[in-house]
């Protein structure tokens, strides 16, 4: 059982996730168009991870007798700048969505619910690796600015990236 207070905002959230996932396959879309398979490989690996977000909480509203709710999905740019600047916005982004489920944990204990400060837990460790994961990513991409060899080879180790099934 939750609060119709909290079924509201885990509905809005369902709609974050869901945007997620669909920002990340532009970016896939983006960064194929610009000769990046690997950093494609990633953000479509991306967009999977998002949609797993999504199911995992509207499951969980179903089972806590909740209604779903889902909501129009924005929709987000087609173009994303330098290879730098798409991780640059993928970090941005994540650290927004960690902010939104910290908001979301900081309601269900104002609420007293326990069930969903369990649920929510999941998702604050999920969010510290995925900023871990991008800030990985930045750190070399810096290093090699626009150097098209070096670019190269960070695309090669993107390609390698498999699907985390830990749900
Ligand atoms: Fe579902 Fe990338 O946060």
Known sequence: MISKKMEAALNEQVNKEFYSAYMYLAMSAYCNSIGLPG????????????????????????????????KAITEPPKEYGKPLDIFKKTLEHEQFVTASIHRLME?????????????????????????????????????????????????????????????
Do not use: C
């Open 39 to 70: 950093f494609s490989h990633w953000m479509r690996l991306q967009y999977e991870e998002e949609n797993m977000h999504v199911t995992k909480m509207y499951d969980y509203i179903l089972s806590q007798g909740g209604q779903v709710h889902l």
């Open 107 to 167: 309601l269900a204990i104002e609420e007293r619910d326990f069930a969903t400060q369990t649920f929510l837990q999941w998702y604050v460790t999920e969010q510290v690796e995925e900023e871990s994961n991008v800030n990985d990513i930045l750190a070399p991409l810096r290093m090699v600015g626009e150097d098209k060899g070096g670019l190269m080879m960070i695309d090669q180790k993107l390609e390698q990236r498999t699907l985390a099934t830990g749900a």
